[in-house]
């Protein structure tokens, strides 16, 4: 099995940013694409940002120009870098992980998670 841990939650101002990481550690050779998801109180999950392992990215329309994906491969971590943060963007940020190397917007295209950290956007 994969296990999954995000850091760098927190709580900060609109404007400001935050730098989420996700540690991979297990069975990591079986982790490929890497994702991250977000759940806002009373919402379903959706989709923030993911990269493939060879770099390619893909991002929700609502985080494009504000936020980016990257990942070192050797340490087996990713990275979600948010500038201009907006209350909106308040919620649990999800680290996943597949076992293809393509990326994937969809929650059911993952099959590890971690337990989530979360991110407070003050107005």
């Known amino acids: 099995q994969v296990q999954l841990v995000e850091s760098g939650g927190g709580l900060v101002q609109a404007g400001g940013s935050l730098r989420l990481s996700c540690a991979a550690s297990?069975?990591?050779?079986?982790?490929?694409?890497m994702g991250w998801f977000r759940q806002a109180p009373g919402k379903e999950r959706e989709f923030v940002a993911a990269v493939s392992w060879s770099g390619i990215r893909a991002y929700a329309d609502s985080v494009k120009g504000r936020f980016t994906i990257s990942r070192d491969n050797a340490k087996n971590t990713v990275s979600l870098q948010m500038n201009s943060l907006k209350p909106e963007d308040t919620a649990v940020y999800y680290c996943?992980?597949?076992?293809?190397?393509?990326?994937?917007?969809?929650?059911?295209?993952?099959?590890?998670w971690g337990q989530g950290t979360q991110v407070t956007v003050s107005s």
């Open positions: 996943a992980g597949r076992q293809v190397r393509a990326v994937a917007t969809k929650e059911e295209e993952y099959v590890s």
């Open positions: 297990g069975r990591t050779y079986g982790t490929y694409a």
